[in-house]
Structure formats: C-alpha cells, structure tokens
C-alpha cells in the first residue's frame, strides 16, 4: 500500500473512484449514526475541489482503500461553528490553524489497521507542522463513552508524530417527541432498545 495527497481534485475518473470508496465504506455508519449523513455525489466533489482542503488516500495497487479529508478553513464549511472557535480558540482561528477532518473512511476488506496507520503518520505529520487544532467528531458508534474508543485510537497515533494534547470540546445528544409510540414503536410499555444500545422505557432514539 503506498499514500497519495491531493487537492482541488478535478480529474473524473479519480473523482469517481473516491466517490466509490467513500459510499461503500461511509453506508454502514451512515445506516447507524443520526447525524453521520452521507453526503451526496455533488457535495462529495465540491469538497474534492475546494483548495482549502487536503486529501490522502491509500491506494493498493490501482484501487483506493482507505481515505481521509481534511478542511483547513472551517470557515469553508458548514459542519463547524467559526464563531465558536472565533471565540474560544481566537488566537488558533485567526491564525488559520483551525483545521477539521471532515471524513476517515477505510474499506472493510483491506487491511484496516494498516491503512489508518499510513493515512495517519501522513496527514497527522502535514497538520503537527502546522501547529494545527485538528478537530474532528466520532459517533457514538465509535465512541461510547467519553474516554477511549476512536478518539483515543487517534490521540496515540498523532503522539507518534509529535507533541499533542486531547481535548474535549462538545457533546451533542439527539432526542425524539414520538407522536404516535405504539404505532412505532409495537411495545406499548415493554422495555426498548435504543440506538446506543440501552434500555429504555420512555424514550426511542432511532
């Protein structure tokens, strides 16, 4: 396997194979995750053109197996708050070091530990040397509880390409006013799952 960067991607036929890559291993968590929605084909190349944004994709002979996109102008997108960070990271913010990772996504039938550790030593080196504030978000799916899972995983990868710091920035829970419970749910009162895997009795989480 060997890495590749790219920026303002134009090319068609890299175009769609990236696009083939990131809809084939985005479905499951996007079937799984209320707020981790696909993008569709016209937002996906948007982001693959956009100057500001950096792409690595790990290629196994002629096939992308693994892929991760990093904005460095949140300000650019419409998933984070510049205000926010304006505000509370203001020195980071106005010195462009804000960077956000917008999507990691690997192909479950490659060698996944290898391929997040090439994409990993690469793009995490490009951002150590920026000085960057690199933020990124992780399902629930991926990040039961507020240590561990996938944030840690990332956290020991990075200290391997410099000094850094973890630092818990938001929570964000979803609910739902369910209107029409028996109906939906088919329990009456009965015990449910809910989408993180608790029990519940009074509410349904999709």
Do not use: C
């Amino acid at each position: 396997m060997f890495v590749t960067r790219h920026s303002n991607v134009v090319d068609p036929v890299l175009r769609e194979k990236l696009w083939n890559l990131y809809r084939r291993s985005y479905r499951e968590t996007a079937e799984l995750t209320v707020t981790h929605e696909m993008l569709e084909q016209v937002e996906f190349n948007e982001q693959l053109t956009l100057d500001s944004n950096r792409v690595w994709v790990v290629w196994s002979d002629s096939q992308p197996v693994a892929m991760t996109l990093v904005s460095t102008d949140v300000r650019a997108t419409r998933w984070l708050s510049e205000i926010y960070f304006e505000r509370h990271f203001p020195e980071r913010f106005n010195a462009g070091q804000v960077h956000y990772i917008v999507w990691v996504v690997v192909d479950a039938s490659t060698d996944v530990h290898g391929a997040n550790s090439l994409l990993a030593r690469q793009a995490l080196t490009v951002e150590a040397k920026d000085g960057a504030l690199l933020v990124f978000d992780v399902p629930d799916i991926h990040q039961p509880n507020a240590t561990g899972g996938a944030a840690e995983l990332l956290y020991r990868m990075a200290k391997m390409v410099g000094e850094v710091e973890l630092v818990p920035i938001s929570t964000q829970r979803y609910f739902a006013l369910d209107f029409a419970p028996s109906k939906s749910r088919g329990t009456g009162n009965a015990t449910v799952q809910t989408a993180n895997g608790q029990d519940s009795k009074s509410v349904v989480l999709r």
